[in-house]
């Protein structure tokens, strides 16, 4: 007897996922999530009801030069240490298939085939939209992912992660702007500069991305031996570029706007647990049809904000 597509499925589907993750597809295919996971954005953790990032915000505000040997200090407690706290997003990718499907593909071989594309094209579709939310927020009404668009806003403030930048000056980001190739490369120096915030700085921007306008207006400005990190990126045909030390890659879903980041102070957390996960089969209610989903559980997170920065249109 023939396996029917849910047997196919539920067997297929660890091999369909490793296989997709190697080069040739679609995390290389992908030059935003292929970057991110290379850079160490991705970052899977055991989730609790909100994702917290303790911040130590700012310096001792009593550190001061003794006046005299007995110079009196204050003894007021310390406060130094605050949180910013994220909600959990959730994504899910329905694959519906019915009887009439396993009707019309009676040899195994046919169900193969058909079980491969459905798990494909779910896996591809929801890095596809992680894709998406990278840059833009998600509208869905409910506990939203949160994008680049509101974590390094062009307003430099906003509030994130429940701390509002427009009264907590230490959690705005660098924002300035770029109007063609005259500028781009100066509003880049300046923005690099100011998210370091020191020359050699351990959480200097690793890497920016963008959509394809900015990102082929600087390329147009650069010389030969400037467009690469390091030599192995020319045999690639010149898929990052750099600037200083932080390498530039273009998604087809940014935009004008150039997001400068680092993995210290920039995560995608994901649920250890649910990320990916293929969920039961079950049929669906007077139907003769069955559901699956693939879900995720996720959040964009920044611990340091300031240490963002955007140059935008």
């Known amino acids: 007897m023939a396996l029917t597509i849910e047997q196919i499925a539920a067997v297929s589907y660890p091999a369909v996922l490793a296989e997709m993750r190697k080069a040739?597809?679609?995390?290389?295919?992908?030059?935003?999530?292929?970057?991110?996971?290379?850079?160490?954005v991705i970052d899977h953790i055991s989730l609790g009801p909100t994702i917290e990032c303790p911040l130590d915000y700012r310096v001792n505000p009593d550190t001061s030069v003794l006046a005299s040997d007995q110079d009196t200090t204050s003894l007021l407690k310390t406060e130094v240490v605050t949180s910013a706290?994220?909600?959990?997003?959730?994504?899910?990718?329905?694959?519906?298939?019915?009887?009439?499907?396993?009707?019309?593909n009676p040899s195994e071989n046919q169900k193969i085939a058909l079980t491969k594309q459905l798990l494909e094209n779910a896996i591809n579709s929801h890095d596809d939209l992680v894709e998406q939310l990278i840059f833009t927020s998600s509208t869905a009404g409910g506990d939203e992912f949160v994008g680049l668009n509101t974590l390094v806003p062009t307003s430099g403030q906003?509030?994130?992660?429940?701390?509002?930048?427009?009264?907590?000056?230490?959690?705005?980001?660098?924002?300035?702007?770029?109007?063609?190739?005259?500028d781009i490369e100066a509003g880049f120096t300046v923005a690099f500069n100011t998210a370091s915030k020191g020359s050699g700085s351990t959480l200097?921007?690793?890497?920016?991305?963008?959509?394809?306008?900015?990102?082929?207006?600087?390329?147009?400005q650069l010389q030969t031996l400037q467009r690469f990190v390091d030599s192995s990126e020319a045999d690639a045909g010149y898929?990052?570029?750099?600037?200083?030390?932080?390498?530039?890659v273009f998604s087809q879903y940014g935009g004008v706007n150039v997001y400068f980041l680092n993995p210290k102070s920039y995560k995608?957390?994901?649920?250890?647990?649910?990320?990916?996960?293929?969920?039961?089969?079950?049929?669906?209610?007077?139907?003769?049809?069955?559901?699956?989903?693939?879900?995720?559980?996720?959040?964009?997170?920044?611990?340091?904000?300031?240490?963002?920065?955007?140059?935008?249109?």
């Open 24 to 40: 040739a597809n679609q995390w290389v295919e992908s030059a935003a999530l292929r970057e991110m996971e290379r850079q160490g």
């Open 85 to 104: 706290s994220y909600s959990v997003a959730q994504i899910s990718v329905p694959v519906v298939w019915t009887k009439g499907d396993d009707a019309k």
């Open 158 to 182: 906003g509030t994130v992660g429940g701390i509002d930048a427009a009264t907590n000056t230490f959690w705005r980001n660098y924002a300035t702007t770029w109007v063609d190739s005259t």
């Open 204 to 220: 200097a921007p690793k890497f920016m991305i963008s959509g394809v306008t900015p990102h082929s207006t600087y390329e147009a």
């Open 239 to 248: 898929k990052a570029l750099a600037f200083k030390t932080a390498r530039y």
């Open 268 to 313: 995608i957390v994901v649920s250890k647990q649910y990320f990916r996960d293929k969920g039961n089969t079950i049929e669906i209610p007077d139907q003769n049809a069955f559901v699956f989903k693939i879900y995720s559980a996720a959040q964009a997170t920044t611990n340091n904000k300031s240490r963002l920065a955007v140059v935008y249109q």
